[in-house]
Every structure is written in C-alpha cells, then in structure tokens.
C-alpha cells in the first residue's frame, strides 16, 4: 500500500448534491487503489496539499467544480475553439496521435 497515489478528493463548499458527488469520488478513489488522504471543500487548502507534495492526485466529480481562476490550474488545449492566433493548422486530437 506505500505505493498508492495519494489522493484528495474536492467538493466544493456550496454544492448541494455533496453526499452524492462523495459517494462517486470514494468509489473513483477504491477503483484505482489510490490511498484517501482527505476530503476539502476549499481550493486554498488542495492548493497547499499540491505544493507541500501531500497528495499525487485531485479527484473532482466535474472540470467545473475548481474555481475557474485557481492556482494551479488545469487548461484543456483541446476543449479550445479553433487553431491558436496565427496557426494555420489544426489543433492535434487524441485520436490523431498516431497509434
């Protein structure tokens, strides 16, 4: 078990499906055997988890629910509409990786 990702699982404070959204993040966290490290319903406290190196992994049940101007943050390059300013070409997609 020392091999286990740690993970956190985020909630947000204001969600009103909590228990539900709880219920589906433990059961994502059993089946990939990560270790539970804690529950946090502020960003702020997931934040300095990441930056100590407490945990390996965020579990949220929706890209939505991280406040929008978090740090860090994940961006999704392909969920972006059109090439990027001055790009001719199009954006590469997962199935256009070649395997």
Partial sequence: MGDALRAVIYIPA???ESRQWMLWAVEYVQRNA???VSVVRDWDNISAMIVNRDVDVVVAISKDHPPADRIPRLEYVEEEEGPAPGSSQRRP???DRGH
């Fill in 14 to 16: 204001d969600s009103p």
């Fill in 34 to 36: 990560y270790r539970l």
């Fill in 93 to 95: 997609r997962p199935t």
